[in-house]
């Protein structure tokens, strides 16, 4: 059942609600709550929470997670426990400036920089519906292989939605894929001064400081989808590619018997169907 939200925007943002720009502006937060199937052979649901950042130009898409985890590398050194208690469903910032869209995506140990605009049209459909309490209209996009059905309020003048999702004429309430392999529920939104680190490269688990390469879609998915099918062994000597001795990966259930890892590891579900 989706939650009943509580609306605290102030109405001075020119970017919100077209008024005049003032020197000070509030940046907004929008939370999203992300049901998602990880995996392709599987119908468990897990849930995480995806964070919306807007300013008067500009705006910044990640998971609760990766903001956490870049607070605390900032207050001591991280512990393994740290990054399991705070990890995203995947680790990944989209960044909107200007008109232009950059996605940056790390896969295994390799950091990427997709910068060229991601087009989505949509299907506006004459059809309302009461998302809590706030009634929405629909839309329908293609995107990545899956068929999305978007609820958006026209009265607040946001086309910037979650991921990749943006371009209707109001603010995403509810966006999902045909299957539900994943859904997005807007859960709060209120005005929250917040800075965006600089060096996007913070957000991520980036302990040999390696930089983003630029990079096309096309070889990314490429990229990820051939890492999908590898079994553990396989990832770890990916990973381990360029060093001269490969390390041996050994991992044991709890009760200390070792799990092979030379099958393939199990497919997960991403954004782009037809990219796995």
């Not at 839309?139 to 009265?155: L, M, S, V």
């Not at 045909?178 to 980036?206: H, M, Q, R």
């Not at 990966?249 to 796995?276: H, M, V, W, Y």
Request: aromatic content about 12%.
């Amino acid at each position: 059942m989706t939650k009943c939200i509580f609306f605290t925007i102030v109405l001075t943002s020119s970017f919100l609600f077209g008024q005049a720009p003032k020197k000070s502006t509030t940046d907004v937060k929008i939370t999203y709550q992300l049901k998602y199937k990880r995996l392709v052979d599987s119908e468990d649901r897990k849930i995480s929470q995806g964070v919306l950042l807007i300013g008067r130009d500009n705006s910044f898409f990640s998971f609760e997670g990766m903001i956490e985890l870049n607070k605390l590398k900032k207050e001591k050194e991280l512990t393994i426990d740290d990054v399991m208690a705070n990890q995203p469903p995947y680790y990944l910032v989209i960044k909107r400036e200007k008109g232009n869209l950059v996605h940056y995506e790390s896969i295994v140990n390799d950091y990427y920089l997709i910068n060229e605009p991601v087009l989505v049209n949509w299907d506006l459909i004459n059809q309302d519906s009461l998302i809590g309490k706030v009634n929405c209209k629909k839309a329908i996009t293609n995107y990545g292989g899956r068929k999305w059905i978007a609820w958006y309020n026209p009265e607040i003048a946001v086309s910037t939605g979650p991921y990749v999702f943006d371009g209707l004429p109001g603010l995403i309430y509810k966006i999902s894929d045909s299957e539900n392999t994943f859904t997005f529920d807007l859960e709060e939104i209120k005005n929250e001064k917040f800075e965006v680190d600089s060096n996007i490269a913070n957000y991520f688990i980036n302990s040999e400081q390696k930089p983003f390469e630029a990079i096309s879609r096309e070889k990314f998915f490429k990229i990820r989808s051939r890492l999908n099918r590898m079994s553990l062994d396989q990832r770890m000597a990916y990973m381990n590619r360029s060093k001269e001795e490969q390390e041996k990966l050994l991992i044991t259930d709890e009760n200390g018997e070792a799990i092979r890892t030379n099958s393939p590891a199990k497919a997960k579900n991403f954004f782009e169907k037809d990219q796995l």
